[in-house]
């Protein structure tokens, strides 16, 4: 499962599904793997395109069940903000992995997207917050509030 296809999150999805690797694909992702591999394919000859058809698809409602059935307690809920195709995976110890989802304190008034994001990450009572590219945080005390 990548939180959003943009190349530092999800360049090596081809190589993981040649090795046999399970990929899931979530409801609102799947378009921007064209844009992704693209942009890839102009600077990265020795990339493993996506094989489309091999990517698991699942609704994100039924993800609660499907993660259950290989042991793992949490869900994934759409989180678009940063890119449309964003995913956070919330488990049920009230974690959240949120991939590139601007933290709450740098988050323009304006932005409903990013906002309403968040709320549904809240909704969920969550605590603890690991982003990609920035330290691990307590919601309540998130960068830039």
Known sequence: MVTHFHMDHAGLIG????????????????????????????????????????LLRIESPASRDHLAGLGIRAEVILTPGHSPDSVSYISDEGEAIIGDLPPPGQIMPDDTECLASWEAIRRKKVRTIYPSHAAVFELEDSPGD
């Open 15 to 54: 190589e993981f599904l040649e090795r046999g690797i399970a990929c899931f694909i979530f409801e609102n992702q799947g378009e921007g793997i064209d844009d992704m591999e693209r942009i890839i394919g102009r600077t990265c000859k020795e990339y493993t395109p996506i094989r489309k058809e091999a």
